[in-house]
């Protein structure tokens, strides 16, 4: 058990966290941009990234894109509420955005790889831990070379380390299939919706419960 202060702080925190993983190609932007659409309760936090943006992203808006030098000084000054290497970047979770936002009550959403799932998971025992998979490694494939956006060889990498991330799906505490887009867009807003009311109820707080209904 860790014995981190933040984890009793977390405890006291009226905002939920809710993580989503998945391999990359799985349909999980795409899911939490749906997602977000659909709850106005629910803010992304922006992470850091030394990978180079594709076609269409913008500074600010998918990422921070920075380079590995302005990334490792973050490292150093501790900024990361978590970071890891992955598929050869690295990607890290600022600090002071997620619990500044937890603290005022918001609901925020980590769309991160597993092993910063896991070092979250650490910190606050209540964040939700959600991994959506792909129905089958063929469509995991098609979908990334649909995409469009990565080069053959950068899909293969991709594909192997998929079956990795895949196996740390255990770890969670759900797990969506991404079949077909609105059952899964519906079965994240159903985990999302019990959660909140299941831990507003643990907080003991009628007004947090109603509040969670949309009740007033
Ligand atoms: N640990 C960690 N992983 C992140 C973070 N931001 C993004 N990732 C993960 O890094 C992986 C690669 O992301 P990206 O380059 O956008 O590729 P995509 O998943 O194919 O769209 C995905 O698994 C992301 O969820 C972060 O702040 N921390
Ligand atoms: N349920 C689905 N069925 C078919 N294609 C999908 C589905 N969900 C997502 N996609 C498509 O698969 C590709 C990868 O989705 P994306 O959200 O970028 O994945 P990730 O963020 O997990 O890497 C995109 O072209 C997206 O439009």
């Not at 014995?3 to 799985?26: H, K, R």
């Not at 899911?31 to 992304?44: G, I, S």
């Not at 053959?152 to 991404?178: C, K, L, T």
């Amino acid at each position: 058990m860790s014995t981190s202060p933040l984890l009793s702080e977390a405890m006291d925190y009226p905002g939920n966290l809710y993580v989503i993983a998945a391999p990359s190609g799985a349909g999980k932007s795409s899911l939490v941009k749906a997602l977000l659409e659909l709850d106005a309760r629910l803010m992304v936090s922006i992470s850091h990234t030394t990978r180079p943006p594709r076609g269409q992203e913008q500074n600010g808006r998918e990422y921070w894109f920075i380079s590995p030098a302005e990334f490792q000084a973050m490292v150093d000054r501790g900024d990361f509420f978590e970071w890891a290497e992955v598929h050869g970047n690295r990607y890290g979770t600022s600090r002071g955005a997620i619990e500044k936002r937890l603290k005022a009550g918001e609901d925020v959403v980590l769309e991160i790889d597993y092993q910063g799932a896991l070092q979250i998971k650490q910190l606050f025992r209540l964040a939700v831990l959600i991994f959506i998979l792909p129905p089958s490694w063929e469509e995991l494939r098609q979908r990334l070379c649909r995409r469009g956006e990565d080069a053959p060889e950068v899909i293969e990498q991709r594909m192997v380390n998929a079956r990795h991330e895949v196996d740390q799906a255990r770890h969670f505490d759900y797990i969506v299939v991404n079949a077909l887009f609105e059952t899964a867009l519906f079965d994240l807003k159903t985990i999302v919706h019990a959660q909140r009311l299941k831990y507003a109820s643990q907080r003991r707080s009628r007004p947090a419960v109603f509040d969670a209904l949309q009740l007033s």
